[in-house]
């Protein structure tokens, strides 16, 4: 009688989750159309966006070539221990190149720019929700959306390309050193390789897919702190939620871009 009493109370509960999981869904769905249309009306904050693409972009640069580098010694010291047993170890370098780019490259980005960036977004508005600062724009007549959704979103599907770009290049210089100063291979066959395999294609792949995790992490991140609701603790429970669902979903949108791009 337990079992089938266990059946029954996992079953409901399964459909209880995905019932909010759906109604979450089209409450962002929601969110992101009132961005959009926001978005496109004056008054156009530039100022602000300005604010928050230094936030997002130039604060998040010395992470980034932090991460990258040692991505890519990893990435050499790993590549280098499999392809050496075929003697392959001159494609060392194609191997890194194409990871980074089409791959690690935007992916790490995201999750570092979630971890820093996307964190912060949520506390902060998070905040305003629970000292009444959101509902005093509403009172001055200034659409909380426009003037602090809009920013942060334009901002962060900025940065994330270029924030891309530096971590695949810092990847790249930290596998060049570790490549020919530490493994001894050639650097005419390493950047040899690098260029013979490593096309445009690769490099418009992981751009694209940069742009739509800032656009993913963005939304979420003000989402969550733009419901924020149970004082400190609420907030603290958004910034947790916020984090944890964008690297779920910039890791499930990784994989469906890249079935779709090859």
């Not at 305003?128 to 599907?157: E, F």
Request: aromatic share 10%.
């Amino acid at each position: 009688m337990w079992v089938v009493d266990f059946v029954k109370s996992s079953v409901v509960g399964i459909v209880e989750m995905a019932q909010e999981w759906l109604s979450e869904l089209g409450l962002v769905i929601m969110f992101l159309g009132a961005s959009l249309y926001w978005a496109t009306r004056p008054p156009f904050r530039i100022q602000e966006t300005i604010r928050q693409l230094d936030f997002a972009g130039t604060q998040s640069i010395l992470l980034i070539v932090m991460t990258g580098a040692f991505t890519g010694m990893v990435s050499v010291l790993q590549g280098h221990n499999a392809m050496s047993r075929y003697g392959a170890e001159s494609l060392v370098g194609a191997a890194t190149a194409l990871a980074l780019t089409r791959e690690l490259g935007p992916v790490l980005t995201g999750l570092m720019v979630v971890g820093r960036v996307g964190s912060a977004m949520t506390a902060e508005l998070g905040s305003m929700r629970s000292t009444y600062q959101i509902d005093a724009l509403s009172s001055m007549a200034v659409a909380p959306v426009q003037y602090l959704v809009c920013p942060r979103i334009i901002a962060t599907s900025m940065a994330m390309p270029f924030l891309a770009t530096i971590f695949s290049f810092s990847g790249m210089i930290g596998a060049y050193i570790m490549a020919v100063e530490y493994l001894h291979i050639d650097a005419g066959a390493f950047m040899s390789a690098v260029s013979d395999y490593v096309t445009s294609s690769d490099v418009t792949q992981g751009l694209t897919k940069s742009v739509v995790f800032g656009l993913i992490l963005s939304l979420v991140a003000c989402f969550k702190g733009f419901n924020a609701t149970g004082g400190a603790r609420g907030v603290g429970l958004a910034t947790t939620k916020a984090v944890v669902l964008s690297s779920v979903l910039i890791l499930f949108s990784d994989y469906l871009m890249t079935a779709i791009m090859f």
